[in-house]
């Protein structure tokens, strides 16, 4: 019998986003204490993988596909698939599937327990969320053993949209490395482009996709005095279509998409405001490395952001959709040196007292092992 736990993580995609990166920073941090095995929906998009360190036993097993109709047949091999393990960890709509069949063949196949987490929606239920995946959620989060949340608003969903127990839901927030975003940056971190002294910056951290709407923020550049740079670190299928919108409003040489940034430590503080433009979040981390680099943030009032940041920086934040709003409190707070220092420091101050990543870990080293003790399968 096995003395290492065997962990499964079930992702429809493990490109670099914040849940990836997460689950990524978990593993890094339990080192050889678990044995992981990952699965990616799409093997294309694997991006997060290269955040992988040496020292963790990580392991990509074949797998039925995420995708599909959930019949029988193929819910009963997807059940299969994840026996053997210690726990299995399921992540977002994409793994869904999944989680239906382990409520559903669990008892089949002797199934360890199942945690599953849920981190936000897609463009198609940035606005609403659909009726039919409601339903199809109550069913399949039957048998979990753990629905993990990182923000009030998600779990207020979980308990009275998908009508799960009080007991089964466990709201974690994210957390990261605060201390890290504190040491000064070197103005070439990034490949061919300098920020020059005379030069202040609107920074966002995002993948570059419709839902992030990151159009508002290049239009909003047009009203900012000529000083003010914008830098969009991220990838994604929408960099083509912004680049034109720069390059209509004549504002190429001020807006910059240097791709994505593997440490983001080594670059938020170069930026003199965070910003964000998305018609839907939750709990974005950016957020949090933004307030621990000592930066204000300006952001529609989406998901937990208005709770998130300090009570100082709360009158930037506008009504989501409100484009206009959303310029005039960049314009603001460009024209207030005084007031970015103050409520920027207020934002640090706040971060590193919530959402250092230490108590993050600890709490999904509780959740996790607690399951496996009590569940022990393998070993």
């Known amino acids: 019998m096995s003395k290492t736990p065997k962990i499964l993580h079930l992702h429809s995609t493990f490109d670099a986003g914040g849940k990836e990166l997460r689950n990524v920073r978990l593993i890094n941090e339990w080192g050889r204490e678990v044995d992981h095995a990952i699965v990616s929906g799409d093997l294309d998009k694997r991006g997060a993988a290269a955040m992988l360190g040496k020292k963790p036993r990580v392991s990509w097993p074949k797998f039925p ?26 992540y977002n709509w994409g793994a869904m599937d999944a989680v239906m069949a382990h409520t559903v063949f669990a008892d089949a196949f002797k199934l360890p327990p199942l945690v599953h987490h849920e981190d936000g929606f897609n463009e198609d239920e940035a606005k609403r969320l659909k009726r039919r995946r409601n339903w199809y959620r109550k069913i399949a989060l039957g048998r979990t053993a753990a629905l993990v949340v990182p923000s009030a608003t998600l ?16 709201r974690i927030p994210n957390g990261i490395d605060t201390r890290a975003f504190a040491a000064p940056p070197k103005r070439d971190i990034l490949p061919g482009l300098i920020k020059h002294r005379d030069e202040f910056w609107i920074g966002t951290l995002a993948g570059l996709r419709e839902v992030k709407q990151l159009d508002v923020l290049v239009r909003a550049m047009d009203r900012l005095p000529l000083e ?94 409100d484009e206009a709003a959303l310029a005039k409190s960049l314009g603001r707070l460009a024209n207030d040196p005084a007031g970015r220092e103050r409520i920027g420091k207020a934002n640090r101050e706040k971060a590193r007292e919530e959402f250092d990543e230490r108590r993050m870990i600890e709490r999904y080293r509780s959740l996790y092992w607690g399951l496996m003790d009590k569940y022990p399968q393998t070993r």
Not at 263 to 277: E, M, N, R, T, Y
């Open 65 to 90: 596909p995420l995708k599909g109709k959930p019949t029988p047949g193929r819910l009963s091999a997807l059940a299969k698939a994840m026996a053997g393990y210690d726990l299995i960890c399921t």
């Open 155 to 170: 779990e207020d969903i979980a308990l009275n949209r998908w009508d799960q127990p009080r007991t089964r839901v466990r």
């Open 228 to 321: 003010w740079q914008l830098v969009v670190a991220g990838e994604g299928p929408e960099r083509a279509a912004l680049e034109a919108e720069a390059e209509r409003l004549g504002l190429e040489d001020r807006v910059h998409f240097p791709g994505f940034v593997d440490q983001p430590a080594k670059l938020v503080g170069l930026f003199d405001i965070f910003a964000l433009s998305s018609a839907s979040e939750q709990f974005p981390i950016s957020v949090v490395e933004a307030m621990a680099a000592g930066l204000p943030v300006v952001a529609p009032r989406v998901g937990d952001i208005g709770a998130m940041v300090s009570s100082d920086n709360g009158p930037l934040l506008v009504e989501p959709g």
